[in-house]
T-cell receptor
Framework: NAGVTQTPKFQVLKTGQSMTLQCAQD?????MSWYRQDPGMGLRLIHY???????DQGEVPNGYNVSRSTTEDFPLRLLSAAPSQTSVYFC????????????FGPGTRLTVT | GDSVTQMEGPVTLSEEAFLTINCTYT??????LFWYVQYPGEGLQLLLK?????DKGSNKGFEATYRKETTSFHLEKGSVQVSDSAVYFC??????????FGAGTRLFVKA
């Protein structure tokens, strides 16, 4: 049982390049989400999904796309990278509403030059 | 909307000192409250939680009590260790799936 996995662990992009951050889970959790973590700002929600085929925007969705074709995978796409997207990105899952805790992946550290 | 405010860090303590990290929240209804911990280079992991007023969550010597009257969920530990050095996040979920996180408080513990 691997839990939540993220790849890559580190990535450096040039401005304007595109890439996909991968997130996979083997816990059969319906809810998956992407956060970015910036110094002094805590975690901000980018996009989330409540099940396969269903996605929605979070607090800071601009410049990012997501899709959810299976329960297990929830990739995050950067369409045209900008220096403002330099951050640490975390994928998280949740087994259900209300009282359950979230399960986080180890993170992807992205630098855009 | 819902929000979480926690004390700014960093907090620097000597080993065996008493720790308090303040957390207050704004929410409608009766949210569930959480403390997560993030060790260097890792993702967040649940430290403790409380799901209703007056509940006390506890784990690894850490405690927090859900105080509805003061809308607070302060994290405490009686005697910190160097291994407790990490970033601590207070969070709430009011129902549904969305979790609101505080900004995080970095703790340094000196030997």
């Amino acid at each position: 049982n691997a839990g939540v996995t993220q790849t890559p662990k580190f990535q450096v992009l040039k401005t304007g390049q595109s890439m996909t951050l991968q997130c996979a889970q083997d816990m059969n959790h319906e809810y998956m989400s992407w956060y970015r973590q910036d110094p002094g700002m805590g975690l901000r929600l980018i996009h989330y999904s409540v099940g396969a085929g269903i996605t929605d925007q979070g607090e800071v969705p601009n410049g990012y796309n997501v899709s959810r074709s299976t329960t297990e995978d929830f990739p995050l796409r950067l369409l045209s990278a900008a220096p403002s997207q330099t951050s640490v990105y975390f994928c998280a899952t949740l087994p259900g509403e209300g009282v359950y805790e979230q399960y986080f992946g180890p993170g992807t550290r992205l630098t855009v030059t | 909307g819902d929000s979480v405010t926690q004390m700014e860090g960093p907090v620097t303590l000597s080993e065996e000192a008493f720790l308090t990290i303040n957390c207050t929240y704004t929410a409608t209804g009766y949210p569930s409250l959480f403390w997560y911990v993030q060790y260097p280079g890792e993702g967040l992991q649940l430290l403790l939680k409380a799901t209703k007023a007056d509940d006390k969550g506890s784990n690894k010597g850490f405690e927090a009590t859900y105080r509805k009257e003061t809308t607070s969920f302060h994290l405490e530990k009686g005697s910190v260790q160097v291994s407790d050095s990490a970033v601590y996040f207070c969070a709430l979920r009011g129902g549904g799936f969305k979790t609101i996180f505080g900004a995080g408080t970095r703790l340094f513990v000196k030997a």
